[in-house]
């Protein structure tokens, strides 16, 4: 069977190198498409989290799938999120096909898409209003306050705000944090006159159409592959949100990076794995 062809392609939060990515999984989707433009949202490697000892053959496999598609024609951009801690010189370069940087905007069709992982927002006193007044600067100006925020966070000795770990610690608290993120990117992705913005970090997959007095936006999270197991896909001039667990017999078309993969034994892993993180669910 062929492999679906798309426009592009969003994953984030996949957070490779813990024990709660589903990576295979994540390989059997990536398998399962043809994308012009895979965008890395963030927060794909987890150096945060990372351990030496752990970083087993399947998220291995991930990645050589990302840089075989690269390799093959398909345009990677890899947006920086804040726990993969990439050094400042990989901002804004290019290694053969992949393109890193902290943020991406692309027109299609005359629409505007922004793309970035959402981690600036990770600042519990930051107001989108005044922030969307600083218009094409006012991301550059978060980027650069939230740096700060962080730098007297660890002089202080405590951790860095995390917005997503806020949400899953505070169930009571989750709605209004999530309402404040997502308001703040609405009402810079307006100011600035993008038809879409796209971002991850709050494990949150969502699809929304907005309409203020000021402009209209399109909303879209890309989720996670940690526990919704989620992507974005544009094709045909619109976005589809991807759910692996109601879509997961479309991901298995045979490539090269399954052909030396027993099928039976990925499937059970999967439902291994399934099993094994109903009983206990996965850590922020």
């Known amino acids: 069977m062929k492999k679906r062809k798309l426009e592009i392609a969003v994953i984030s939060d996949v957070h490779l190198g813990t024990y709660d990515t589903y990576a295979d999984e994540l390989l059997a989707y990536l398998c399962s498409i043809q994308p012009k433009i895979l965008i890395l949202n963030g927060d794909i490697v987890d150096i945060w989290q990372f351990k030496k000892s752990y970083f087993p053959t399947s998220h291995l496999n991930v990645i050589k799938k990302i840089v075989s598609m690269a390799s093959k024609g398909t345009e ?21 096909n992949i393109q890193f940087s902290r943020k991406l905007v692309l027109t299609l069709h005359g629409k505007k898409m922004w793309f970035f992982h959402g981690d600036v927002f990770d600042i519990p006193w930051i107001n989108g209003r005044w922030v969307a007044q600083f218009g094409s600067l006012g991301f550059g100006f978060l980027i650069t306050v939230n740096k700060l925020n962080n730098w007297f966070l660890k002089r202080l000795r405590k951790e860095k705000y995390s917005l997503s770990k806020k949400i899953k610690k505070d169930e009571k608290k989750s709605e209004r944090y999530i309402s404040n993120f997502e308001e703040t990117i609405i009402d810079v992705a307006i100011q600035n006159r993008y038809d879409y913005v796209i971002c991850g970090h709050i494990h949150k997959p969502k699809k929304e159409h907005i309409e203020k007095r000021g402009g209209r936006v399109t909303y879209l999270n890309s989720g996670d592959w940690v526990e919704n197991l989620t992507a974005l896909e544009y094709s045909l001039k619109r976005w589809k949100m991807y759910h692996y667990k109601n879509d997961k017999l479309s991901p298995f078309f045979m490539d090269e990076a399954l052909k030396e993969m027993n099928l039976d034994q990925l499937i059970a892993s999967i439902e291994l794995k399934e099993a094994q993180k109903k009983i206990s669910p996965p850590q922020a």
């Open 76 to 96: 990677v951009h890899y947006i920086m999120g804040n726990h993969d801690e990439a050094p400042k010189t990989l901002a804004n370069i290019s290694l053969g």
